[in-house]
């Protein structure tokens, strides 16, 4: 926002920085939305279930650069190495700390109000062993980037991810 101020004969410009407020959600889905889903849902004990994970991303002012979303799988998670994002984005599975990491890259300007929010998608499979555990499919995921027009690191989190088991 410009603004000019003038006292007498002095006059001075002012520019005032509003930065983007980013956003994330996490969803998941037991239909056949991105991937081939099966199994039982709600879950079942010794049974396995495929779930698709959707992150979506969003950006009000400005656009915001080096958007990365990240997370950590569950122990009695299984990332089953099938992706889908609606951009150039890279969706990576790191084996030894269990993180799933979407390079979202640029996220414009109006994503998820005018126009449409970056989504990450990617396949899980789970197949509890006890009837009565509190069953966490995905911790919070972190979405951080640089806004584009203050240059500031913006992040935001999302909710854990919870699935109901049947009895």
């Known amino acids: 926002i410009k603004n000019t101020v003038t006292i007498g004969e002095t006059r001075q410009d002012f520019l005032t920085r509003i930065e983007s407020d980013i956003g994330i959600t996490q969803k998941f889905y037991t239909d056949n939305k991105y991937f081939e889903n099966s199994g039982p849902y709600p879950l079942q004990t010794g049974q396995r279930t495929y779930l698709t994970i959707e992150w979506s991303a969003t950006s009000t002012f400005n656009d915001v650069n080096n958007a990365r979303i990240i997370?950590?799988?569950?122990?009695?998670?299984?990332?089953?190495?099938?992706?889908?994002?609606?951009?150039?984005?890279?969706?990576?599975?790191?084996?030894?700390?269990?993180?799933?990491?979407?390079?979202?890259?640029?996220?414009?300007?109006?994503?998820?109000?005018?126009?449409?929010?970056?989504?990450?998608?990617?396949?899980?499979?789970?197949?509890?062993?006890?009837?009565?555990?509190?069953?966490?499919?995905?911790?919070?995921?972190?979405?951080?980037?640089?806004?584009?027009?203050?240059?500031?690191?913006?992040?935001?989190?999302?909710?854990?991810?919870?699935?109901?088991?049947?009895?």
């Open 71 to 167: 997370t950590a799988l569950p122990e009695s998670i299984t990332f089953e190495n099938k992706t889908y994002s609606n951009g150039e984005m890279e969706i990576i599975y790191n084996e030894e700390t269990s993180e799933v990491i979407c390079n979202v890259g640029t996220i414009p300007a109006g994503s998820g109000t005018i126009k449409e929010p970056k989504i990450c998608a990617f396949q899980v499979s789970i197949q509890p062993e006890l009837a009565d555990e509190v069953i966490i499919l995905l911790g919070a995921a972190q979405l951080s980037g640089i806004d584009q027009w203050t240059g500031k690191t913006l992040t935001a989190k999302t909710d854990i991810l919870y699935a109901q088991m049947s009895f």
